[in-house]
């Protein structure tokens, strides 16, 4: 399995973008899909996925403003990002884990200037 992240870019505060993760490979069993992120010196964070359970989990700083969404003809793995803020700004990660194996794309730098 690969995973392939773009739509990254330069974007006014209160702008949006939306990225797309291309799976390739077949997905048979879901433990995690979908986006993490990283600011220059902290962690990477979850922003948005979907668990094993079938449900949607959601940074509380992203709640109301990202919408994650998933095709499963085209195996890809989206991120609408609406109303970006400066603090927004990071590396944005795709993640596909099916609890044997655990797997990122290469990440994608979203910038919001303020």
């Known amino acids: 399995v690969q995973l392939q992240a773009s739509g990254g870019g330069l974007v006014q505060a209160g702008g949006s973008l939306r990225l797309s993760c291309a799976i390739s490979g077949s997905i048979v069993r879901i433990n995690t899909l979908g986006w993490f992120r990283q600011a220059p010196g902290k962690q990477r964070e979850l922003v948005a996925v979907f668990t094993s359970g079938g449900t949607i989990n959601y940074a509380g700083s992203v709640k109301g403003r990202f919408t994650i969404s998933r095709s499963g003809a085209n195996n890809t793995v989206d991120l609408q990002m609406n109303s970006l803020k400066f603090e927004d700004t990071a590396v944005y990660y795709c993640?596909?884990?099916?609890?044997?194996?655990?797997?990122w794309g290469k990440g994608t730098q979203v910038t919001v200037s303020s």
């Open positions: 993640r596909f884990a099916d609890g044997v194996m655990d797997y």
